[in-house]
């Protein structure tokens, strides 16, 4: 079968964050799904199959970190989606049955990508103590997420703080089920984007994140709020990086990007 891997909301290789993508006839057992995205060792491995027509979704989709399968990720379906366009094996929306329900997948005349996702339902909360020590940073605000995404969103003072941090990452696994959100608002909105953001999920495998689109379901109404505007691009400043646009439209988010494929090959087991 092929296999690719997919560099996800970046228009140029080596960017953005990379997502392996299995399409296969049905899913085999967990132990198999989960050893390949251990073999790829990116942040998530997409498996997808093609159900039958007439029914609420087009395609079955699941995704594996190296250590576990997760509810949500952003950037492995924008890789999914552009593989299913790209080989031609569908064409226009795409409608995924996931954990988190029917994701759908739109593809635009200039070559974007949006998804629509459920929006993450933001609960203010303390501080967690010990926190600040473990991210290397004092927090201003503190926020859960909720269920899909299980992350701790912590709003830092500005955008320096969040590009400086060098965080205990196994220390913030004790603060949240997947990981922690660091934000901040943009220093200077002309460099074209309105925030910045970067994401550790030890929980999962994954020190940092290069670019995760489940976080902006989360950001996209947190940032909405503060900047009196429903339409925002984030800036993940992971030394990866990536760009997402977001479009906040009440319990649904938009994120809009770009992916690029930079490997193909064929998988022998």
Known sequence: MRI?????????????????????????????????????????????????????????????????????CGHATLATAHVLRTTGAHEGPVRFAT????????????????????????TRTAVPDGVAAALGAEPLSAFDTGPNVGDLVLELADEKAVHTLDPDHKALGAFSERGIIATARAEDPSRGY???????????????????????????????????????????????????????RGDRTLLTGRAVTTIEGELLV
């Not at 954990?99 to 459920?118: C, H, K, Q, W």
């Not at 290069?210 to 989360?218: C, D, F, I, Q």
Request: aromatic share 10%; charged share 20%.
């Open 99 to 122: 954990l988190s329900g029917v994701l759908i997948a739109t593809p635009g005349e200039d070559g974007s990508i949006t998804l629509d996702f459920p929006t993450a339902p933001l």
């Open 194 to 248: 309105d925030f910045v953001s970067r994401c550790f999920f030890p929980n999962y495998g994954i020190d940092e994140d290069p670019v995760t689109g489940s976080a902006h379901t989360a950001l996209a109404p947190f940032w909405a709020e503060r900047l009196g505007r429903t339409e925002l691009t984030g800036l993940q400043a992971s030394p990866r990086s990536g760009r997402v646009r977001t479009a906040l």
């Open 4 to 72: 690719r891997i997919v560099d996800a909301f970046t228009d140029r290789p080596f960017a953005g964050n990379p997502a392996g993508v299995l399409l296969l006839d049905s899913f085999p057992d967990d132990a198999w799904l989960q050893n390949v995205a251990v073999e790829v060792n990116h942040a998530e491995t997409a498996f997808a199959h093609r159900l039958p027509a007439g029914g609420d979704a087009d395609w079955a989709l699941r995704w594996f970190t190296p250590a576990a399968e997760v509810k949500m």
